[in-house]
């Protein structure tokens, strides 16, 4: 590895997310420095860490702020974003108290006994779907299991009713779109503003008759003045959103990597002791996560031989982390028997870690181990298929059809 290379600005694609392979990309601007400028779009320019020390230390330092409020170019637009999008009075972008506060309100639902006691019933699910397909002998494994799935966990969790998750579903994705154009911004803006609508009434049904649900759990924090009106709809969002899309991605992606690497794919069928290493090795090597996660620069900030100014966005890649030579032996190489040492970082780190993980590799290695275990024959309906990626801004199929042995 060279060092730092400061007269470079790399091509960053607002679609790298959906291209067949971003990950040599990634290396390339680690050739020149484990800390690189980056040109987003035409007329944004940051900075990328693709070192994964330099991703731990950026992901824990909390002289980086979550929240853009303040980078220079932005202030104007972060204003607008203030009082228009509903997502802003989230844990995503609070800082500090508020981000603690904020967090501690729903930790208690993803703690590893309260996800064990919803094994039963991501089995359940699991089963379900897959029942449904049995006798056909071919899938569509994304629209037939990996989206369903999780949205079906969720409801249960947070009180979303199934006449609802459509609804949902069709919404997230304007979400999930990066606001690279005005008509994506438009869409995203709308897509908020129907989501708020489409929780305002459940919100207030749950006031009214609280259920053993996360979402009357909230509504009871709110009674105790812990939570604002605004802050609990964008936690009810925020919180589906994340635990739909991601989950359903990581399955999705898992599912596909295995396929396109058969002698794995046997591994992992005729071994499931291997199945909770299998799921850290699959996020690090396909993880939802491509481009990376954004933190902003209060200060001058110095990282990987590098001193950022400040007002400037930093982006974390996770992806780029995941694959670090320096760390990882092979990393290019997928292996469901890995015992390497650190931990994968496609859930982030330190105290924005992802409070759902727990809920996401449990339902991943329950859906991908019984796809395993009932299909011990599932293969790529054509395994010479350039199959396309779901479009946003994680990294996830759009198809993935398979075929097995039809089974009664």
Same mark, same amino acid.
Not at 93 to 110: I, M, P
Not at 142 to 151: G, K, Q
Not at 194 to 215: G, N
Not at 232 to 256: D, K, P
């Given at each position: 590895?060279?060092?730092?290379?400061?007269?470079?600005?790399?091509?960053?694609?607002?679609?790298?997310?959906?291209?067949?392979?971003?990950?040599?990309?990634? %290396?390339?601007?680690?050739?020149?420095?484990?800390?690189?400028?980056?040109?987003?779009?035409?007329?944004?320019?940051?900075?990328?860490?693709?070192?994964?020390?330099?991703?731990?230390?950026?992901?824990?330092?909390?002289?980086?702020?979550?929240?853009?409020?303040?980078?220079?170019?932005?202030?104007?637009?972060?204003?607008?974003?203030?009082?228009?999008?509903?997502?802003?009075?989230?844990? =995503?972008?609070?800082?500090?108290?508020?981000?603690?506060?904020?967090?501690?309100?729903?930790?208690?639902?993803?703690?590893?006994?309260?996800?064990?006691?919803?094994?039963?019933?991501?089995?359940?699910?699991?089963?379900?779907?897959?029942?449904?397909?049995?006798?056909?002998?071919?899938?569509?494994?994304?629209?037939?299991?990996?989206?369903?799935?999780?949205?079906?966990?969720?409801?249960?969790?947070?009180?979303?009713?199934?006449?609802?998750?459509?609804?949902?579903?069709?919404?997230?994705?304007?979400?999930?779109?990066?606001?690279?154009?005005? %008509?994506?911004?438009?869409?995203?803006?709308?897509?908020?503003?129907?989501?708020?609508?489409?929780?305002?009434?459940?919100?207030?049904?749950?006031?009214?008759?609280?259920?053993?649900?996360?979402?009357?759990?909230?509504?009871?924090?709110?009674?105790?003045?812990?939570?604002?009106?605004?802050?609990?709809?964008?936690?009810?969002?925020?919180?589906?959103?994340?635990?739909?899309?991601?989950?359903?991605?990581?399955?999705?992606?898992?599912?596909?990597?295995?396929?396109?690497?058969?002698?794995?794919?046997?591994?992992?069928?005729?071994?499931?002791?291997?199945?909770?290493?299998?799921?850290?090795?699959? =996020?690090?090597?396909?993880?939802?996560?491509?481009?990376?996660?954004?933190?902003?620069?209060?200060?001058?900030? *110095?990282?990987?031989?590098?001193?950022?100014?400040?007002? *400037?966005?930093?982006?974390?890649?996770?992806?780029?982390?995941?694959?670090?030579?320096?760390?990882?032996?092979?990393?290019?190489?997928?292996?469901?028997?890995?015992?390497?040492?650190?931990?994968?970082?496609?859930?982030?780190?330190?105290?924005?870690?992802?409070?759902?993980?727990?809920?996401?590799?449990?339902?991943?290695?329950?859906?991908?181990?019984?796809?395993?275990?009932?299909?011990?024959?599932?293969?790529?309906?054509?395994?010479?298929?350039? =199959?396309?990626?779901?479009?946003?801004? =994680?990294?996830?199929?759009?198809?993935?059809?398979?075929?097995?042995?039809?089974?009664?």
């Amino acid at each position: 590895m060279t060092g730092q290379d400061q007269t470079i600005v790399h091509d960053v694609p607002v679609n790298v997310a959906q291209q067949p392979n971003p990950y040599p990309l990634f %290396e390339r601007i680690r050739e020149h420095g484990v800390v690189q400028r980056v040109r987003l779009n035409p007329t944004l320019e940051v900075w990328m860490v693709t070192g994964y020390d330099e991703a731990v230390a950026a992901l824990t330092d909390p002289r980086l702020s979550s929240s853009p409020v303040g980078v220079n170019g932005l202030e104007e637009e972060m204003a607008h974003q203030e009082r228009t999008n509903v997502l802003m009075a989230s844990m =995503l972008v609070a800082n500090g108290e508020d981000h603690t506060r904020l967090r501690n309100l729903v930790s208690k639902a993803f703690t590893f006994r309260r996800v064990e006691a919803l094994a039963p019933r991501v089995q359940a699910h699991t089963d379900a779907f897959l029942d449904a397909i049995a006798a056909r002998g071919s899938a569509d494994l994304v629209s037939e299991f990996a989206l369903p799935l999780p949205m079906a966990v969720l409801s249960e969790l947070i009180g979303i009713p199934a006449e609802g998750q459509p609804d949902f579903a069709r919404l997230a994705v304007g979400l999930i779109m990066p606001p690279n154009t005005p %008509e994506r911004l438009a869409k995203g803006a709308r897509a908020r503003a129907e989501l708020t609508e489409f929780f305002e009434p459940l919100i207030a049904a749950r006031k009214a008759d609280p259920k053993d649900d996360l979402l009357s759990a909230l509504c009871a924090a709110q009674a105790e003045e812990k939570i604002s009106d605004r802050e609990l709809t964008a936690m009810a969002i925020l919180l589906t959103l994340a635990g739909h899309e991601t989950t359903a991605s990581l399955i999705a992606n898992g599912v596909h990597a295995l396929l396109r690497h058969p002698e794995q794919f046997a591994a992992l069928r005729d071994d499931p002791s291997l199945l909770p290493g299998a799921i850290e090795e699959l =996020l690090r090597y396909e993880g939802p996560v491509s481009r990376g996660v954004a933190r902003f620069t209060v200060d001058a900030y *110095e990282i990987g031989g590098v001193t950022v100014p400040p007002g *400037e966005m930093i982006i974390i890649g996770l992806a780029a982390a995941n694959r670090d030579p320096a760390r990882y032996d092979r990393p290019d190489i997928l292996d469901v028997a890995r015992r390497e040492v650190p931990q994968q970082l496609a859930f982030g780190h330190g105290v924005h870690f992802c409070l759902g993980a727990p809920l996401a590799r449990a339902e991943a290695r329950i859906a991908i181990g019984t796809l395993l275990r009932r299909f011990p024959d599932l293969r790529l309906a054509d395994p010479d298929a350039d =199959l396309s990626r779901r479009e946003g801004i =994680l990294r996830g199929m759009a198809t993935l059809p398979v075929t097995f042995t039809p089974q009664a």
